[in-house]
């Protein structure tokens, strides 16, 4: 996967700058056309005369250094990057990115670029466990870019712990996995809408109804359809669980009134929605400002209706292609298949109360509106989404949407 492919290979200025010259020879070998951009530092190390001969490319110092005056040397190389793989990366590299600080070749490029970008750390195991490089590196997978981690043992420093960059061979091993897991995106282009978890009907201000979900299959599905390429967008009920992919946007609401308005809002822009959440059926009628008291006797709340999310998007709908969910405790095919036809879905996924909620794995029967029904077995919610992710993809080709 990187055969081909042109990589800009960035050097920092960390003793482990001597391994990036037999990246820079795999590199070559593997069928990459090598750029090398070394910083100052980093020069202390290594010679640029030594990623010349290895890369067989000029090699890159000076921002200002303007060999051809029809081009701007770190606006060329930007653009003609595929990959930008910086390594060694020091905590001051990855300080500057995700500071926006561009005060030298290396991390100009790297702020104009629109390559992949991957990093591979190295340093003392206190500088890599330090709160500031830990946030500056958080905010760097936030924005899409791709960590190979450390390895630990003998730290040049004398210290014994993670900080070691990592070997060539694993970095280029690292960086064509990715390549090839990112290269078919068939969701490319793509808006996703995804519901998910509960919602919370307020009864007073310490007491709520609600139900079980956690939002784990739901934020599996926004997952599964960003790695293929999408753009997604989740409006969540009230959940404790995370998105590790950052290019997803989260909407965050809390009852079904205001799960139903954010939905609208997102849904005409929206190609393939997706209804996870498991949404209150009713609401009290009454909310007391004040705590209920404690009183002898029963209690009873008088409920009413919420809106159907799903059915007044299925009234609506366009070009979307909508995909509802069915939890049941009896005969979940049949009540699945009422549904989806009863709302005008294009696709359900109907899964047994039992499987569906708290756990972290699911068991799923996917059926179209064509009646045709994939059986999809016990695994981990992740996978089950990645299922129901080439489902729906499978589907819309059918129809040529």
């Known amino acids: 996967m990187v055969q081909n492919k042109n990589v800009i290979l960035g050097v920092s200025g960390g003793i482990a700058a001597y391994k990036a010259c037999a990246l820079a020879s795999k590199l070559t070998q593997a069928g990459a056309n090598v750029k090398v951009i070394m910083t100052e530092s980093a020069r202390e190390f290594v010679s640029p005369l030594t990623f010349q001969a290895l890369s067989r490319n000029p090699v890159y110092?000076?921002?200002f250094d303007e060999k051809d005056p029809e081009k701007i040397?770190?606006?060329d190389v930007a653009d003609w990057a595929d990959i930008a793989v910086i390594a060694p990366a020091t905590a001051n590299?990855?300080?500057?990115l995700a500071g926006g600080i561009a005060d030298d070749m290396l991390s100009t490029v790297l702020l104009a670029t629109r390559a992949s970008v991957y990093i591979a750390p190295a340093m003392n195991v206190h500088m890599y466990a330090h709160p500031a490089v830990i946030r500056n590196m958080g905010q760097l997978e936030e924005w899409g870019y791709h960590f190979i981690e450390p390895g630990a043992g003998y730290l040049a420093c004398g210290y014994v712990g993670k900080g070691r960059?990592?070997?060539?061979?694993?970095?280029i091993k690292v960086i064509e996995e990715h390549q090839h897991k990112s290269g078919r995106q068939p969701l490319k282009g793509k808006?996703?809408?995804v519901s998910a978890g509960p919602t919370r009907e307020v009864i007073d201000p310490v007491r709520f109804f609600s139900n079980r979900s956690t939002g784990k299959m739901g934020f599996a599905i926004a997952?599964?359809?960003a790695e293929a390429g999408a753009e997604v967008t989740v409006v969540a009920g009230p959940s404790n669980v995370t998105t590790e992919n950052g290019l997803i946007r989260r909407v965050d609401v809390i009852s079904a009134e205001e799960m139903y308005e954010q939905m609208h809002h997102y849904f005409p822009a929206s190609d393939i929605v997706i209804k996870a959440a498991a949404v209150a059926d009713y609401r009290p009628k009454q909310q007391h400002?004040?705590?209920?008291?404690?009183?002898e006797g029963d209690l009873q709340i008088e409920l009413e209706r919420t809106k159907d999310i799903l059915q007044s998007l299925g009234q609506i709908k366009d070009k979307q292609f909508l995909v509802g969910f069915a939890a049941e405790t009896t005969n979940p095919i049949e009540y699945g298949m009422q549904k989806l036809k009863k709302k005008n879905l294009d696709a359900i996924v109907i899964n047994m109360v039992?499987?569906?909620?708290?756990?972290?794995?699911?068991?799923a029967t996917y059926i179209n509106k064509h009646s045709q029904k994939e059986e999809i077995e016990l695994a981990s919610k992740a996978e089950v989404a990645k299922e129901i992710i080439a489902l729906i993809e499978r589907d819309m080709k059918g129809d040529r949407r």
């Open 354 to 363: 039992s499987a569906a909620f708290e756990g972290d794995t699911n068991i």
């Open 191 to 193: 808006k996703v809408l």
């Open 223 to 225: 997952e599964a359809a």
């Open 73 to 75: 040397a770190h606006i």
């Open 93 to 96: 590299i990855i300080g500057k």
């Open 61 to 63: 110092t000076d921002t």
């Open 289 to 295: 400002e004040e705590k209920m008291k404690k009183k």
């Open 165 to 171: 960059l990592e070997e060539p061979e694993e970095i």
